[in-house]
Structures are given as structure tokens and as C-alpha cells.
Nanobody
């Protein structure tokens, strides 16, 4: 299984970035795809997730600025980040997670290597 992120970089506050995660080795449509981030000295936190059927879940801190989308035919999930703030600076990780019905812990849980996003003020 591979999750390969791309699109990170340095941007000024108010700017935009588009992160992409290409996945291989899984039945993509069966997985909840998500983006998480980890800033220095902080715990990893959820940014946004999306089920195979398309239902998104977006963190309050980024709601209205970030959009998650997925292309099940291309095994790709995208995070469009607009109106970026310095506090969005973090390493962003792509995640693929699959659950069994009625079981709270994931059956499979895969992570990408992470991509750095830096927002300057």
C-alpha cells in the first residue's frame, strides 16, 4: 500500500495550496480518506475526511477555507486550502482507513509520508 502526497510548500497568508494524495494497493472506494496535520510540539489533528460515498467531515478550524474531494476512479484525494493562515503551518498527512461494520477500531489504517505546508505572515 502506498499513499503519496504532493503539493505542499511555502505560501503567504491569504494564499492557497492544493494537496494531492495518490493511493495504490487498496480498494480505494472502500476507504475513508482523510487529511491530518501536525504542527511542531502539537498532536496530530484531523483536518478533513471523506467517505467513499462522498460524505465530508471538516474540522471547525478550517471549515469554509478547506475543501476535501476524492476521485474514486483515479484513487486520489485532494485537499484544497484557501485563505491560509500562519496557524495552518504543519506537516500534512494523507490517511486511508477502513472499518468493519460495528467495530470502532479500523481494520486497516495507512499513512502517507507527509508534506510540509508553511504559511508566512
Amino acid at each position: 500500500v502506498q499513499l503519496v502526497e504532493s503539493g505542499g510548500g511555502l505560501v503567504q497568508a491569504g494564499g492557497s495550496l492544493r494537496l494531492s494524495c495518490e493511493t495504490s494497493g487498496v480498494i480505494f472506494s472502500l476507504y475513508i480518506m482523510g487529511w491530518y496535520r501536525q504542527a511542531p510540539g502539537k498532536q496530530r489533528e484531523l483536518v478533513a475526511t471523506q467517505t467513499g460515498g462522498g460524505s465530508p467531515n471538516v474540522a471547525e478550524s478550517v471549515k469554509g477555507r478547506f475543501t476535501i474531494s476524492r476521485d474514486n476512479a483515479k484513487n486520489t484525494v485532494v485537499l484544497q486550502m484557501n485563505s491560509l493562515k500562519p496557524e495552518d503551518t504543519a506537516v500534512y498527512y494523507c490517511n486511508a482507513r477502513r472499518y468493519r461494520t460495528g467495530v470502532p477500531s479500523p481494520l486497516y489504517d495507512y499513512w502517507g509520508q507527509g508534506t510540509q505546508v508553511t504559511v508566512s505572515s
